[in-house]
């Protein structure tokens, strides 16, 4: 069996997708990065968990973006449609797309590369680099965060039907059960977190000096010439696109 990558070639890969996309400035281009997350999450068979999950982040953004820039785009002069101060416009509704597929880039690469990896093996990873460990805590808890919240609000739905909770088919009811989950779910996060910061003291987690780890990560020569190249090709890119618009304003 082939061995896993190192979760930092993934890191890479992914940030270095992320500024060229943002370096490149074009729809098409990401457009092609959004597919391209999708068609990589088909082939690992996480399909459904990386939609789901951008679905939930993109849906309202879209939405936001469309009413905002496509109905109240101040640049706008091409009127397409008109409703009092209400206009839709084709600058408008073009930015409103460029932004959105930008972000859905986004969202998609970060979404696939947090489903990919082992968080442990990320922290472990980080802590080989010599980086703070509380660079590692962060972004570790910043993957696990959903997760995290998704069981809890689980724990919480499933005592709350156990008490004699109903929740009916209605908007109103399932208003009124989000009311009532909200409460012991951020609660329960906050006595969690006071929990995980105890634990941490206690392992010396701010302790200097030097720091071991039982966890091996597999790496190699050729992951690490692959993470050194794809960083100087995102360098690169937000050089080529400093000078492109240091050479479009000097003509202008």
């Known amino acids: 069996m082939a061995p896993r990558l190192n979760p930092l070639t993934l890191l890479a890969a992914a940030a270095a997708v992320l500024v060229i996309t943002t370096a490149a400035a074009n729809w098409a281009v990401s457009l092609t990065v959004a597919a391209g997350a999708v068609a990589l999450a088909a082939a690992f068979g996480r399909t459904?968990?990386?939609?789901?999950?951008?679905?939930?982040?993109?849906?309202?953004?879209?939405l936001s973006l469309l009413v905002m820039h496509g109905l109240f785009y101040p640049e706008g002069r091409t009127v397409?449609?008109?409703?009092?101060?209400?206009?839709?416009?084709?600058?408008?509704?073009?930015?409103?797309?460029?932004?959105?597929?930008?972000?859905?880039a986004f969202v998609l690469v970060l979404?696939?590369?947090?489903?990919?990896i082992r968080v442990p093996d990320l922290v472990a990873s980080l802590d080989a680099l010599r980086?703070?460990?509380?660079?590692?805590?962060?972004?570790a808890s910043t993957l696990m965060l959903a997760p995290i919240i998704s069981a809890r609000l689980q724990k919480v739905r499933q005592a709350q039907e156990s008490r004699g909770l109903v929740v009916e088919q209605g908007l109103v009811s399932r208003l009124k059960a989000v009311r009532l989950q909200m409460v012991p779910l951020?609660?329960?996060?906050?006595?969690?977190?006071?929990?995980r910061a105890q634990?941490?003291?206690?392992?010396?987690?701010?302790?200097?000096?030097?720091?071991?780890?039982?966890?091996?990560?597999?790496?190699?020569?050729?992951?690490?010439?692959?993470?050194l190249a794809v960083l100087l090709l995102a360098g690169a890119a937000v050089a080529l696109r400093i000078v492109a618009s240091t050479s479009g304003g000097g003509s202008a």
């Open 48 to 62: 459904r968990r990386v939609l789901l999950a951008g679905g939930a982040i993109l849906a309202p953004f879209w």
């Open 80 to 104: 397409l449609a008109g409703w009092g101060p209400a206009r839709v416009t084709a600058e408008g509704l073009g930015f409103a797309v460029d932004m959105g597929l930008r972000t859905s």
């Open 111 to 116: 979404m696939l590369f947090s489903f990919s």
């Open 131 to 139: 980086l703070p460990p509380q660079f590692g805590y962060v972004l």
């Open 186 to 195: 951020v609660l329960g996060l906050v006595h969690d977190a006071g929990i």
């Open 199 to 227: 634990a941490l003291d206690a392992r010396g987690f701010r302790r200097a000096g030097p720091r071991t780890s039982y966890r091996e990560v597999h790496d190699s020569t050729a992951q690490r010439v692959f993470r």
